[in-house]
């Protein structure tokens, strides 16, 4: 099994709403805000390549939205899918399969596309099946007032309509072990309803695609939760538990919103779980 960053573009959010109840003299510290109060943001998905099976792990925002949607997003940069999946020799048609770890737009954007003539929407991965699980997919498919501005239904309903939609069978408590795409799969329920958690074992070594657990290593302190969760509550004590659960056993992060740290460990320390060290992906995977 291998695995390859996939960075399929950049952007900026808003610093106040990704750290949450924090002062902005805290955070600005690790994640620097811009006169807007912004600050950098990643979308780094993860190909992984298995036998037969190559994987998408989530696809970025897509560019099927409008100037003014973007226009909120602050795009930089000039990273995509298809440049990043050149440089390590694969094409999107190559891709048997896309997993999501949640469908929020910035995850799932990417997935679908406008067709030919822009009089529709249709799969971005013609040869792939998407997959998500039942009780997330209710949970975009009937948004509650807070989240329904990040589910979009140009980004989730092709899916199901293309045929090429498929849902990982759950397992009783929150980790599925060797999962129908041959991982294990953390779930968490503090950011939304059953975000999915790719864990990978590599040579010894075990790696987490973070998704929105931890979007960035200035994440790492307990209470600095997003304003977008739905229960940052939940979230505190999800977060506490797998750091450290991390920290215990040498897990690899790799961080999917950090824009200048791609994989990190962690380590114990008298204020609790701090970041330990950060590694370029080439240096531990490729």
């Not at 998905?45 to 939205?65: A, F, P, S």
């Not at 450290?244 to 919103?257: F, M, S, T």
Request: charged residues 25%; proline residues 4%; hydrophobic residues 35%.
């Amino acid at each position: 099994m291998k695995l390859y960053p996939i960075e399929s573009g950049n952007f900026k959010l808003d610093g106040g709403a990704m750290f949450g109840v924090v002062p902005k003299t805290i955070w600005n510290r690790t994640n620097p805000a811009d006169e807007n109060n912004q600050i950098d943001m990643a979308a780094r998905c993860m190909l992984i390549e298995d036998g037969k099976k190559l994987i998408l792990v989530d696809t970025g925002m897509g560019d099927k939205q409008s100037d003014k949607f973007f226009g909120y997003y602050s795009l930089w940069g000039d990273n995509s899918i298809d440049k990043s999946l050149e440089k390590y020799g694969f094409h999107r048609d190559d891709i048997t399969d896309v997993f999501l770890t949640h469908l929020h737009f910035d995850h799932v954007g990417g997935a679908i596309k406008w067709n030919k003539d822009r009089t529709g929407y249709q799969p971005a991965f013609k040869n792939a099946h998407f997959w998500t699980n039942d009780n997330h997919w209710e949970w975009a498919t009937k948004p509650n007032a807070r989240e329904k501005a990040s589910f979009l239904t140009e980004n989730i309903m092709p899916m199901q309509e293309s045929g090429q939609l498929k849902f990982i069978e759950r397992p009783e408590g929150d980790f599925k072990k060797n999962s129908e795409l041959g991982f294990d799969i953390l779930f968490a329920d503090g950011h939304t309803e059953k975000q999915m958690l790719p864990t990978i074992h590599i040579d010894g070594k075990t790696f987490v695609f973070m998704a929105d657990l931890l979007p960035t290593a200035g994440h790492i302190p307990l209470p600095y939760v997003m304003g977008y969760d739905t229960r940052p509550l939940l979230t505190l004590d999800e977060k506490s538990k797998f750091l450290n659960e991390a920290a215990d056993n040498g897990y690899y992060l790799i961080l999917e919103h950090d824009a200048h740290n791609e994989i990190i460990t962690v380590q114990h320390t008298e204020k609790g779980v701090r970041l330990k060290d950060t590694f370029k992906w080439q240096d531990l995977l490729t």
